[in-house]
């Protein structure tokens, strides 16, 4: 179910708790366990609205600060997750303020077959639910506080002959 601001406050009584929601998302957290959301309002979230997996990761990183993470999804399959750190620089016009770029699977295994790739070597398996993608970028969250960029790392497959 996709709902705007309004939608979701009709839903919990008021507008100010959709926000109090939405800004438990924004900080990484679980409005469906935040105890600064009413008892009552998690449980409208609980029984109206799919809850975000909890997806476990392994965590690897760089002395550049780069992570890369290895996502377990429901099914078992696993994805890679990169975080990378820029923090900023200057420039003749101004300066670059910090900022992260999270670079999210869109599927699980690659059929691009390239050969310094671990995922391009297993083939394509399958597409990432749109679901499964958010849930990658709700799991990096804490790793990444400044305002980035979100990339794909690798594009989706044409899955029909309109592409």
């Not at 990484?28 to 449980?43: F, L, M, N, S």
């Not at 969250?141 to 989706?156: F, I, S």
Request: proline share 7%; with cysteine.
């Amino acid at each position: 179910m996709l709902v705007n601001l309004e939608t979701l406050g009709g839903l919990l009584g008021g507008t100010g708790k959709a926000k109090m929601v939405w800004e438990s998302l924004r900080a990484g957290k679980d409005p469906w366990t935040d105890p600064a959301i009413t008892e009552k309002a998690r449980g409208i979230l609980a029984r109206d609205f799919r809850r975000f997996p909890q997806l476990s990761a392994s965590t690897d990183s760089d002395a550049s600060g780069t992570v890369k993470l290895l996502v377990n999804l429901e099914d078992g399959m696993e994805v890679e997750a990169v975080v990378i750190p820029n923090d900023g620089r200057p420039t003749a016009a101004s300066p670059v303020p910090p900022r992260t770029t999270l670079c999210v699977s869109s599927q699980v295994g690659c059929n691009r077959g390239c050969i310094f790739c671990a995922t391009g070597r297993m083939g394509f398996i399958r597409q990432l639910s749109a679901f499964e993608i958010l849930a990658q970028a709700r799991r990096q969250r804490p790793m990444h506080q400044h305002h980035g960029r979100l990339r794909r790392a690798a594009p989706p497959l044409c899955v029909d002959a309109s592409c």
